[in-house]
């Protein structure tokens, strides 16, 4: 991966409370930006009920620069537990229209990612603590990946894994503070929603 590859995929990176999250574009009606993340970086998860209310799907300073403050509010619009990844996205701009605004702000100044499907086996990275991209070897299944070359360390959960290309194939999940420091880590198009994925009909 050249070096101006490497610059825009860091910059589609932010903080998620104590843990990171990247930036991708979802296929809605029309396109939004919303943040991959993995599930555990959220404060609490929100209930497993369709209609929960909207301060419980809610996160006030959530979302911050990499290496900077939590400032800005996000909800959450998709997190499953068994896979540990999390997709959030703007607050109600009718009920909170100030935190959409500074959300809108904090995410359309981010270039996204790409998301696509991971090599079998082959070449990939991972975002280090200090912002350094670490070259592994990606190994995928049917719905996980799994790494090999670089370790991963605690505070680089919801790192994207992405390919020498600049794209995004999976979400860092584990850390060395779990016996499997090398994965299994959520495969993105296998794990995520239809609407979070490229080339997906939008509906009506």
Known sequence: ?????????????????????????????????????????LPHFPPCQAFSYLEERTYQKLLGPLGGDTTVWAECLFADPIADIAVVGAP????????????????????????????????????SLDQHWLPCRVRSGESRLTTSGAKTVGGMSGSPI?????????????????????????????CLPAWALPGRPRGP
């Open 92 to 127: 109600d701009g009718q009920v909170l229209p100030e935190e959409c605004e500074k959300y809108e702000e904090l995410v359309e100044a981010i270039r996204p990612l790409r998301i696509a499907d991971p090599p079998r086996d082959g070449p990939g990275l991972m975002l």
């Open 1 to 41: 991966m050249d070096d101006r590859t490497k610059t825009k995929a860091t910059r589609a990176v932010l903080r998620v409370g104590d843990g990171r999250g990247f930036v991708v574009t979802a296929n809605f009606t029309f396109p939004k930006r919303v943040i991959i993340t993995a599930a555990h970086c």
């Open 162 to 190: 992405i390919t020498e290309a600049g794209e995004a194939i999976g979400v860092v999940v584990i850390g060395s503070s779990r016996e499997f420091s090398e994965g299994p880590h959520p495969r993105l198009t296998r």
